[in-house]
């Protein structure tokens, strides 16, 4: 008698157990995966020669000649200039997913997620970053008396990976000093900051 109820409620904790960890495990997977597409989307606006070679067949790198270096693109990204590096990452993220097995259980695939993908290029001049949000939801191969649909459990997960550039960060600083340049604006404030100087060192020296 005790091991006609006790069997049971065993093998169903067992069973959801088992059941779960292939849910986190695919999470798991699903969360990897948006971090190197993000990564890679960060590499991407850091150096646009980089997803040349990715397109190219491999056996050699493109001529300086045929890619498209996208100066000034983070400027541009203000304004949504890095499109096309969001949809790459997009379209990487839904191919990898979509490749992605059941795991240990069948019918235990991500789904959901085509619709619920937002990467976005975060500019503000000084600091830029790629984000990533994903939600999706993972069905268990359960379901419960009167109900037509199985378990599922809804997650989301976010991604902000910072893009570093240097070089591409001095252009532009000395892209905005030419524009204050040939505008006047420097003279102008460089005349304002010798007026605040010398006001500072008369005040001081009363």
Known sequence: ?????????????????LYLGNVYYQKSRIEAI??????????????????????????QVPGLGTVDYEPYRYLGGLFGG????????????RSRIGGMNTGLFSGMKPTGYGNNLQVEYKSSFIASSISVDLEYKIELPI??????????????????VPVGDTPEFIR???????????????????????????????????
């Open 1 to 17: 008698m005790e091991a006609t109820i006790v069997f049971p409620v065993c093998l169903i904790v067992i069973l959801m157990l």
């Open 34 to 59: 948006v971090v190197e597409a993000a990564l890679d989307g960060a590499a991407y606006c850091a150096d646009p020669l980089l997803r040349a070679i990715q397109n190219s067949d491999g056996n």
């Open 82 to 93: 890095m499109n096309p590096i969001e949809e790459s990452v997009s379209s990487l993220i």
């Open 143 to 160: 379901r419960l008396l009167g109900d037509q649909d199985n378990l599922s459990m809804k997650f989301r997960t976010h991604t902000e």
């Open 172 to 206: 532009n600083v000395n892209m905005v000093d030419d524009i204050f340049e040939v505008t006047g604006a420097k003279e102008a404030m460089t005349n304002k900051i010798t007026e605040l100087r010398q006001f500072v060192k008369d005040l001081f020296h009363k």
